[in-house]
């Protein structure tokens, strides 16, 4: 709206001044022996040409003013924009990066049937044994285990899974004497109900009677026998 009054009122004022002019000129020149129509031509024409001029320079500088504030608007909608927060973004949150050679945490998997029975024959096989007593024998030179188990339980007796431990001092003997022709000194059972025993090299530090000691037959395991 300003740079649409601005030409209005600079015509205003140009008119105004050749208005003026003209009758400032009209009173101060002599009469022309042309007469009064020439005169009153001329000085149209003279007022004319001195609007046309007048307008042209109200025109531009209406142009000038048009345009300044068309800048001053384009420089307050950017100080706006520059003014105006930007949207925060929320990014989704980062995936843990696996590293390498180091494998993931696998979760257990649950026993198989065969693991499960497995284990069932384990302790049964256990349960199925009775430690008859510890002992010597051979004047002491032998550790004589005497135990009553089924003839298959009584099968799995080899040397490697028996033996006996003082502890008392954690001295372990699991040396079973082999003789010849009879081979190692292992009785088992053939038939249910019947006793065998184990025999073991007792090598120093030696056991006492009363000494506490702890069996293992296998998968059967006692521990706090006393030896007689």
Known sequence: ?????????????ALLAVWL?????AA???AASSGPAAQEQDLR???AAEATAIIQRAEATALVLQAQAQATALIQQAQALESTPLPQVTLPP???????GVPAAESPLPPTATEVGEAAETADDAAAVELLGVGFGADGAFIVVNYRA???VAQKFWPGVLSVTDEATGTVFNEVPVMPVIGPLIARPVEEGQPGYVMFVHAPPVLHSGSRVTVVLDTFRQE???VQ
């Open 1 to 13: 709206m300003r740079a649409q009054r601005v030409p209005l009122v600079l015509l205003s004022l």
């Open 21 to 25: 002019s003209a009758c400032s000129r």
């Open 28 to 30: 101060a020149s002599p």
């Open 45 to 47: 024409a003279q007022a």
């Open 94 to 100: 980062r995936l843990p990066t696996p590293t390498p």
């Open 150 to 152: 089924s003839p298959q």
């Open 224 to 226: 706090h026998v006393s």
